[in-house]
């Protein structure tokens, strides 16, 4: 096993780095210091050493309004590992996160960030790093820009290290098989995960990710979750215990171990001593295989796992109101068929934004957007134009479908090929040439051959491609459909691809098409076909799948056939749309869902009905919110649903006042939040506020670094009822318990909340500031509990 370093900014901090103090500036003012720690990890056995540019983007400089040194700290932060070590390590060129959520759930673009990691990968590169480490990434999307950047501005191999919480996931939800398969695909490296918990917590992360990938896999843990005593942070690990789970990592087959936070080079010199007489196990290798990602879930697409189902109905063709709405900038009717098809049981979501006279790009861009926030399924994006393709896959948290190629354009083969490869997408190959419509399965082979050979050659893998075999209406040939069947048999016989077909196109222009469809799809299942793109709400379809898994051998005890039977045997009375709901049933839904639009639309509904604003609120916005919080406790909702939620509360909240002004007094209450004095990180912060003001609160952000006496002055000078006081950094926990004292001694009536990612409920006991939020959602609900406003 290979071993990197542990950790710097502690490190640093033993030497006399100060709170608020910017650590990669020391690279310059103290490189002494700087060289003296690399020199004593590559002493304990360190073989790769990480350079002190942990916060040298722009965006994170600017903290310290240092934005203009970024190529000058680079250079001497490599400068000093090479002074310290000599030739005797390979220096690994470290990028850290931006402190920002990329839009939606915040508000910095991906060309932004892009922009950011490839100013620091650039510098890292010309400083002469011999590799580069994007680490600590608690955002798929931002390790998806950070990843391209890097790859753009060097050919220097590249790391990419996610942080997961104690749940096994990243705040925003997203686990490490999905962050694996994204990274693995858009070429990666080395994958792994650092910092947050410590090595027991990373150990079942690293199984993961050694089961889907066949790169080397890197981890480097805390020393355990910090801990104040004495007013002293202590990480709880010391060196033997820490290395003592060495070896477990080696028999799993991780290929790179170091150290995070709290991490010294005592604890290297541990490790090395533990690994001296262990093997490195190497895992099994992994068959390759294919799967598409949102931000927080994996569909396996293969013979070898049950058929998916694509939901078709996200596409305008032939759909007037669709249609109409989109022309119109509104994007209502797309999400609510979003949402159903999902709640059908929809793997996967089609999308397809191909109408006359808009911007396809702009509503490609928005509606990807949204739906990756809504539904929590992958995505297919289906276009053929580049330019609505990059749009798309810039703002898609995931490993997306793109449906699809084909060859009829060289020129639009390529970009789109070369789209998937910086994107990490899977592509859709579709038979087609320039002034030839292949009828016959055999013309069609070779036209596929073609494409996966471009593909190929493009720098695609083979578990990237995925074959469609050009369903034609049967209504105007009589060997239509047995030319398909015969294509996804010969695909299977001569690539081994997945294959994916638009079902329903076989019964155009014919009376009952729904008996067509299912029929001709049970005659493909038979063929091999994996991933049919079908109308989910279908119940002909539906019952096609359930009997096509029980009959592949996908159902064991044909469990869920026997459930299905027995439902289809039940007398029901007619299944109602949302719209046949009690009006706050409907209201409560459109929150919990995410549908702003709608939440705000049925404000005026629910009014007409003689329905108070108290039960509106009470009964349809607070209730959708509580059952949202308690699946975000349990794990069931994530991050971005969260926040839509919370926007679509709020959306109702305007209306509610719009249509009765004299509520727009009767904000629950008024809440001054900001990181406490000598903490730059804001992220939480950011989060917190979000919610709290979506939740009907009078936010006053004071933003990051504040001191005591500015927490004071606003809370008097905005008369406020509550103070949120948040730290990241262990070092800035002293500065929590000087602010909680200066807000009781000068503000005694305010009510104050505590969080953040050191903070814990015994701390916030023991400095007089009772009321811990663990996250966002505890916020809203203790605020609610301080202020009367339960009800």
């Known amino acids: 096993m290979i071993l990197f370093d542990g950790g710097m900014g502690t490190m640093l901090q033993k030497f006399g780095l100060e709170a608020g103090s910017c650590p990669d500036y020391y690279n310059i003012s103290h490189p002494d210091v700087v060289q003296q720690i690399h020199r004593a990890y590559m002493e304990a056995g360190s073989q790769f050493i990480t350079t002190n540019t942990f916060g040298s983007s722009p965006l994170k400089l600017a903290d310290y309004d240092l934005s203009d040194k970024v190529e000058e700290i680079a250079a001497a932060a490599v400068r000093n590992v090479r002074a310290a070590c000599g030739d005797k390590v390979k220096v690994a060129g470290d990028m850290g996160p931006t402190g920002k959520f990329i839009k939606p759930i915040g508000d910095l673009s991906f060309d932004e960030t892009c922009e950011n990691y490839y100013r620091l990968a650039k510098a890292l590169a010309q400083a002469g790093a011999d590799c580069l480490i994007i680490e600590t990434i608690i955002d798929i999307q931002e390790m998806k820009a950070a990843l391209i950047a890097a790859k753009e501005a060097a050919s220097l191999p590249v790391i990419c290290q996610m942080t997961y919480s104690e749940d096994g996931r990243t705040i925003p939800g997203t686990d490490p098989v999905t962050a694996t398969i994204l990274l693995d695909a858009m070429g990666a490296d080395v994958i792994g995960a650092n910092c947050s918990v410590g090595p027991d917590k990373l150990l079942e992360a ?45 028999k799993i087959g991780v290929s790179y171990l170091g150290g995070c936070c709290g991490t010294t080079p005592d604890h290297i010199r541990k490790v090395a001593e533990v690994l001296k007489d262990v093997p490195l196990t190497l895992p099994p290798k992994v068959k390759p295989f294919t799967a598409l990602t949102s931000r927080t879930k994996t569909v396996f697409i ?113 970009k789109v090929l070369k789209l998937a490869k910086t994107y990490g997408a899977a592509v859709l190959c579709l038979p087609l040439e320039k002034g030839n419509l292949p009828k016959t399965a055999d013309e069609r082979i070779r036209i596929a051959s073609a494409i996966i050979d471009k593909a190929l050659k493009a720098g695609l893998r083979k578990e990237d491609l995925l074959l469609d075999p050009l369903v034609l209406t049967i209504g105007s040939s009589d060997t239509g459909a047995r030319e398909t069947l015969k294509t996804i048999s010969l695909y299977k016989k001569e690539f081994g691809l997945p294959c994916v077909m638009g079902t329903s196109n076989v019964s155009f222009g014919l009376p009952a098409r729904p008996r067509i469809n299912a ?52 007398p029901k009375a007619k299944s109602a749309p949302s719209e046949d709901l009690p009006p706050l049933e409907r209201i409560k839904a459109a929150v919990k869902n995410g549908e702003k639009e709608e939440s705000a639309a049925l404000i005026k509904t629910l009014l007409d009905n003689g329905i108070s604003s108290e039960t509106i609120i009470k009964e349809g916005l607070t209730a959708a919110m509580t059952e949202i919080g308690d699946g975000y406790g349990a794990g069931k909702v994530y991050l971005p649903q969260v926040m839509m939620a919370a926007e679509a509360m709020q959306a109702a909240f305007k209306e509610l006042k719009k249509i009765l002004p004299e509520m727009n007094s009767s904000a629950k209450g008024t809440l001054v939040i900001g990181t406490v004095k000598g903490d730059i990180h804001d992220l939480g912060k950011n989060i917190v506020a979000a919610l709290m003001e979506n939740s009907g609160y009078r936010v006053i952000d004071l933003g990051k670094d504040v001191d005591p006496e500015v927490f004071v002055s606003a809370v008097k000078d905005h008369h406020a009822d509550l103070a949120g006081l948040c730290s990241l950094m262990t070092t800035t926990l002293p500065e929590m318990e000087h602010t909680v004292k200066a807000l009781k001694e000068e503000t ?43 009800e």
């Open 519 to 570: 029929a001709f799809l049970t005659m493909a299942f038979a063929c091999g076909m994996n991933a049919p793109i079908i109308n989910p709400l279908d119940k002909d379809i539906q019952d096609a799948f359930i009997n096509a898994r029980l009959l592949l051998g996908f159902d064991p005890g044909a469990r869920d056939f026997i459930r299905a039977a027995a439902l289809s045997e039940e």
């Open 748 to 790: 005694p009536g305010v009510k104050i909340l505590v969080g953040g990612a050191v903070v814990t409920q015994d701390y916030a006991s023991r400095i007089g500031a009772p009321n811990y939020c663990r996250d966002g959602i505890a916020a809203v609900k203790i605020a609610d509990r301080l202020t009367g406003k339960e």
């Open 302 to 414: 293969g013979d070898d796992y049950a058929p998916v189902k694509i939901g078709e109905r996200i596409n305008p063709t032939g759909r007037k109101k669709m249609r109409e709405d989109i022309q119109k900038g509104s994007f209502v009717s797309v999400k609510k068929e979003g949402l159903a098809e999902v709640a059908a049981g929809a793997d996967v979501l089609d999308v397809n934004m191909g109408v006359p006279g808009i911007d396809q790009r702009e509503a490609m861009e928005t509606v990807i957007s949204q739906l990756s926030m809504l539904c929590p399924v992958p995505l297919s994006i289906d276009s053929t134009d580049p330019a609505v393709l990059e749009r798309a896959l810039k703002v898609y948290p995931g490993r997306p479908l793109i449906n699809s190629v084909n060859g009829a354009d060289d020129e639009i083969l390529e």
């Open 206 to 250: 690293a199984r993961q990710m050694v089961s889907v990938t066949n790169k080397p896999v890197i981890i480097q843990p805390n020393a355990g979750m910090p801990v104040l005593e004495n007013g002293e942070t202590r990480f709880p690990l010391g060196p033997e215990e820490f290395a003592s789970y060495a070896p477990e990592f080696a």
